[in-house]
């Protein structure tokens, strides 16, 4: 039976990784009822009955009742007001391509995914409007800074909800905040985006970094330098005026960057390490969505000729396979 309130908007959350767990967590407590769809049938047979994801945050238990969990996406998100896609972005196309014609119609599409859509080179809400013909005014974009792990655990937390219409941005905000969760609206939907995708490499590059024995004292001039690197791109890039001191920007890079719950630090650290790039992505069971973005950002950073110092090292080491500690080291000579 659902005992969903009527006050609150119908949401369906897509994905059943460690960051679409908390968003159903989020909203599950708020609105009484959420569809959860998942790829895997195993985990959504053993969430049906021990109410709680075996593979990701496994520690946050589900009232009974308050969650319909799916395996069909077009079950799923029917009769749905609000759509929440929380899949890697690798995974976006494969999932859109199994729902019905139409099945967005009407509905606010938003997006967690902080990296870049495959072959199309596209950030996620771009994708929705150019190729999937979502309207603009109906597209969500929600970001940090925040990490799922902290969510798990009702540590307090900010999301930054992003959309045109703010009518769109209160309505998914009112599912998602609670006593630990602050949501701040923006309508900057591709610039919060862009930032998000953005803050992924610089984690790697501290992650490097860190891997190599670099101290506190080098990171602080490392992020200090990749907020005006992010700046310049920003600006080179999106239009309007970004104040990039706030939490959507500069609070999303400083916890990505410094998170032991990074995955994309993570990832660094392994190459920082000596990992090769393809032997560090094997040994992750999450994916480290730096990775894509950088190949998508050096190709910008190329045409609109912005100075990308540390995204331009990041690329060399994943991609060209040049070392990380001479190219950290080179990197740090430009550094100011």
């Not at 990784?17 to 909203?27: L, P, Y």
């Not at 999932?95 to 997006?111: I, P, Q, T, Y």
């Not at 690329?315 to 060209?320: K, L, N, S």
């Amino acid at each position: 039976m659902e005992v969903q309130s009527e006050t609150y908007p119908k949401v369906a959350v897509v994905g059943g990784g460690s960051f679409g767990t908390a968003v159903v967590k989020m909203v599950s407590e708020n609105t009484g009822l959420c569809h959860w769809w998942m790829h895997n049938e195993e985990s959504a047979a053993h969430i049906r009955k021990y109410h709680h994801n075996p593979r990701y945050l496994s520690s946050v238990a589900f009232d009974k009742g308050s969650v319909e969990i799916f395996t069909d996406i077009n079950a799923a998100i029917e009769g749905c007001d609000i759509v929440i896609f929380a899949v890697p972005s690798a995974f976006v196309k494969e999932v859109l391509l199994n729902m019905n014609a139409g099945a967005l119609d009407g509905k606010l599409v938003c997006s967690t995914i902080k990296g870049i859509i495959p072959d199309e080179n596209m950030i996620v809400g771009e994708y929705l409007r150019e190729v999937v013909g979502v309207p603009e005014n109906h597209i969500v974009v929600i970001t940090g800074p925040c990490h799922a792990e902290e969510i798990a655990l009702e540590r307090l937390s900010f999301l930054t909800v992003a959309a045109i219409d703010a009518s769109a941005s209160k309505k998914v905000a009112s599912v998602l905040q609670s006593h630990y969760v602050r949501c701040t609206l923006s309508k900057d939907i591709y610039g919060t985006e862009y930032a998000a995708v953005m803050k992924n490499i610089y984690a790697i590059a501290a992650g490097m970094c860190h891997g190599l024995g670099y101290g506190d004292n080098f990171q602080a001039v490392l992020i200090s330098n990749a907020a005006r690197e992010m700046r310049r791109f920003m600006k080179s890039t999106c239009e309007g005026q970004i104040n990039i001191k706030k939490s959507a920007y500069l609070g999303d890079l400083l916890v990505t960057c410094y998170s032991q719950f990074s995955r994309n630090r993570m990832l660094g650290n392994m190459l920082g390490k000596g990992y090769t790039i393809k032997s560090a992505k094997a040994e992750m069971t999450m994916v480290a969505e730096g990775y894509y973005a950088a190949a998508l950002v050096a190709k910008i950073r190329k045409k609109q000729e912005v100075r990308m110092p540390i995204v331009k090292a990041v690329y060399e080491v994943m991609y060209e396979g040049k070392s990380a500690k001479k190219t950290m080291a080179k990197l740090a000579q430009k550094l100011t």
